[in-house]
């Protein structure tokens, strides 16, 4: 939901914003992302796929997680390109297909990454508080899974940018008009399912932090010494929720209920307008830091694939 203007002037309560620094701070910031998480992500591809052809589930999601981030990132010279027009006053204006497939593969990526995170820590949930019941992480279950992940995405990814289409201007399609209560219905149901989409694997994924942090505490230390690995991808996995996508989906209530009028308060739009460019792209870097979770815990992958191979489990 980004109001594109140079300045915006929230009618319902007089109050008018500078944002013309957004174009120049877009366009830095999406090409260092793209950089980035353009080398990392295949990287992390090509090394998931030398890992034995036994895989783990834990592969299996870090291979999705590595696919959904870079849905994400070749829309990068798309945006980079119509930011950059935009900080030139550029006659050129995008299409309504321009809009909705940036913004699909946007919502694609954010959530993708959000579920499939969230997948690698109830997934290490399984492996430390429930040990016995390796039924839940079979290959074949994370499949499985991450098939109903990507329906459901790829679900959000056509209805979330349909709904900011209805909201849209109609000479200027990329821009939200706020301001007529038609329009601001679509928005705020947009909010409404994006927070919830949030909220759902954050609880689930701190309820998994929470009872590994309990079993381990009961382990002797020779026993939690084998556990390390595991808390380093679940310390992982939280960082980046608390980094990128905690800040991004609570400036975006306050940035939201601001623009549509729903909250009248002047000096909340004004900070949440600000903290927008920068919280946007830090959930933007969870793309960048996704790879990481990778490195820090390969020997883990490797481990386990090994595991199953000697075993014939899977």
């Known amino acids: 939901m980004d109001l594109m203007n140079k300045t915006i002037t929230l009618r319902s309560f007089n109050c008018t914003l500078d944002t013309s620094y957004r174009f120049s701070y877009y366009q830095i910031s999406y090409s260092l992302i793209f950089s980035f998480g353009l080398a990392s992500n ?3 591809l090509r090394r998931l796929w030398l890992i034995p052809r036994n895989l783990t589930s834990t592969a299996v999601y870090m291979a999705n997680l590595a696919v959904v981030d870079l849905f994400f990132i070749v829309s990068l010279p798309l945006r980079i390109y119509y930011y950059y027009n935009r900080s ?7 299409g309504r297909t321009f809009c909705q497939l940036t913004f699909a593969l946007k919502y694609i990526s954010l959530y ?3 579920f499939f995170l969230a997948c690698i ?9 429930h040990p016995l019941q390796q039924q839940l992480r079979r290959v074949r ?11 459901l995405v790829l679900a959000l990814g056509l209805f979330l940018p349909f709904l900011l289409s209805a909201a849209s201007m109609s000479h200027q399609p990329c821009l939200l008009d706020p301001s007529s209560q ?9 909010l409404g399912v994006v927070q919830m989409v949030f909220l759902l694997p954050a609880l689930l994924l701190l309820f998994s932090y929470c009872s590994i942090l309990r079993v381990l505490c009961r382990l002797a230390h020779r026993r939690k010494v084998r556990h390390r690995r595991t808390l380093t991808v679940i310390y992982w996995v939280l960082g980046i929720f608390l980094l990128c996508f905690a800040p991004y989906h609570i400036n975006l209530l306050g940035y939201t209920l601001t623009h549509t009028g729903v909250w009248p308060i002047c000096s909340l739009a004004k900070v949440t307008t600000a903290l927008h460019p920068v919280v946007l792209s830090l959930a933007s870097t969870n793309c960048c830091l996704n790879p990481l979770i990778y490195y820090f815990s390969s020997s883990l992958v490797h481990k386990e694939a090994a595991g199953n191979r000697g075993s014939g489990s899977q």
Do not use: C
Not at 88 to 94: A, E, I, L, M, V
């Open 88 to 94: 030139h006053n550029s006659t050129w204006s995008p």
């Open 42 to 44: 295949l990287m992390a």
């Open 141 to 151: 279950t994370a499949h499985m899974l991450s098939s109903g992940i990507w329906f």
């Open 121 to 129: 820590g109830v997934d290490r949930y399984v492996a430390v508080v």
């Open 112 to 114: 993708g990454s959000i």
């Open 182 to 190: 038609r329009h601001r219905t679509f928005i705020l149901v947009t």
